[in-house]
């Protein structure tokens, strides 16, 4: 069992006002209520229901392009491909596509949402541990920019496909630079023990065979350290500076490299983190890889979607416990899981006017489904809400609307953007029909007995 929370915690919570103030794209209306830019969130409930993801196309185009500028700022030529898992919205995808964007994708799923909304192959990057047969053909036959290749086994597979298919495929070799991102260790990559990349010492040799083999032409190298990466540049710059010193290997053996892939991971403040500026990424780039005058390229998924994104939500009602009160939702774990898979902590704000400024205490924020670890906050400073207020948990457009699931047979919920003073759904909420289909129960089954 948990301890209890103290009565006030030694580092309190930011406050409704702070947590605003270091959001731009949303603000305080003494009538409307909780605005996304020009759009009341209580106008997306009445109209899409709750619970709803919403997500601002404005905060979007916005944080593309500061990436964009703090990477051109320091001189370097760089293409961005945005991680599509972080968030496979189309809308979302088409915003940051028409931004220059391009994609980095783990699937066939993910490659096939990128190209419907508009993302031509030659700006998409397949990386993952596993791609199948299948999906290596498909990459092949969208002609992609560039595989990641993660294992000598996953190179002679693709090797052998491409090679069959009269293809070439463009590849770039991942690399496990063993630097601890110094993150949570379910969201760490770059270590020797994590099942990504080869070995940076068996790059070379690897390097050189995939040279050899045919249907191959190796362009590059790539690493991705991990994710939520808040605890500064170290973990970066080192992993920079021994990519960096592998491409000059491979030159020094008389090998191609055209481009590095410096993979994603920046991370974001969730509560009053101090997390990195795109310019320090730029910098570390700089630092590290300046010298050998390549360009590069960047993978980031949450720094993009997750600010712009929110999950909307009701109060189904507030119950009090034996020595607490409970803030209960119509959303739940398997819509925002991260809290509970990695503790993480989201803002929560009331959406009503009248909310907003009431005196707040203590309260147990939960879904629910039928499992404690379905608690997205525990004594969060929240007002007294009746059934039917709205909440808004906050920076959930990266690993929330995509991690979710059908857990206790609840519909995906509803996708909403958000642009100036326009909205649109962009997803429907999933309807119990489609919830239930693809189920059959075999014909040699006996009915329920009388
Ligand atoms: C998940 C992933 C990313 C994006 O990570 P973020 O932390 O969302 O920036 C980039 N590259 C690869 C290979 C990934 O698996």
Sequence with gaps: MAAPLPIAPADPDPSFAELLAARPHLSMNALDGLMVEGVPLARIAAAAGTPTWVYSAGALRRRARALQAALVGDGLRAGIHYAVKANTSLAVLRVLAAEGLGADVVSEGELRAARAAGIPGSAIVFSGVGKTERELRLAIAEDIAQINIESAEEAAMLSAIAASLGRTARVALRVNPDVDARTHAKITTGRSENKFGVAIDDAPALYARIAGLPGLEPVGVATHIG???????????????????????????????????????LGIPYRDEPAPMPEALAGAIKASLGRLNLPVMLEPGRWIAGPPGLLLASVVLQKQGADRRFLVLDAAMNDLVRPAMYEAWHGILPVGPVDFVSPVAPADVVGPVCETGDTFARGRALPSMTPGALVAFLDAGAYGAAMSSTYNMRPLAAEVLVDGTRFAVTRDRQSYEALLAGNRIPDWLEERSP
């Design 227 to 265: 994710s939520q990466i808040t605890s500064g540049m170290a973990a970066y710059r080192a992993a920079y500076a021994r990519l960096a010193e592998l491409v000059e290997a491979l030159w020094a053996a008389g090998l191609p490299v055209k481009h590095v892939d410096c993979g994603g991971g």
